[in-house]
């Protein structure tokens, strides 16, 4: 049995983190159709120096409580704008977030981009 891409999405924004301590998700997907795929880019190009932000990916495995898969955070300008998001396959029911909040500084934008790919059979 084959496996299609029965439906695709993408979003692309920007966001400006609204204040200090103030977790923003930029991305959130979940409870879908069927199995899904994600897949995105992150651009802190207004990162500056004196600035820091905490960029995570969270998974909610059971559907319903958000783990942390991964987060990280950077300060000042960084030589390597781009963060990029590697392809998740997940279960229907679970809910993958993105989100970013920015810890100390001046506030900044982020520019963002993702791709959604929902599952089905031939």
Avoid: W
Avoid at 44 to 68: P, Y
Avoid at 77 to 88: A, I
Avoid at 105 to 116: A, C, D, N, R, V
């Amino acid at each position: 049995m084959p496996v299609v891409v029965s439906s695709k999405s993408s979003v692309r924004g920007y966001v400006k983190l609204p204040s200090l301590n103030t977790e923003v998700v930029v991305f959130q997907a979940g409870k879908e159709s069927d199995d899904y795929m994600v897949e995105g880019y992150v651009d802190v190009r207004e990162l500056e120096t004196g600035s820091t932000i905490r960029v995570c990916e969270s998974i909610a495995v059971d559907g319903v409580v958000d783990s942390t898969f991964l987060c990280v955070e950077l300060s000042g300008e960084q030589d390597e704008p781009v963060l990029r998001f590697h392809t998740k396959t997940l279960l229907a029911d679970m809910v993958y977030k993105v989100i970013i909040e920015q810890v100390y500084g001046y506030l900044i934008g982020i520019y963002y981009g993702f791709i959604k790919q929902v599952l089905g059979v031939a």
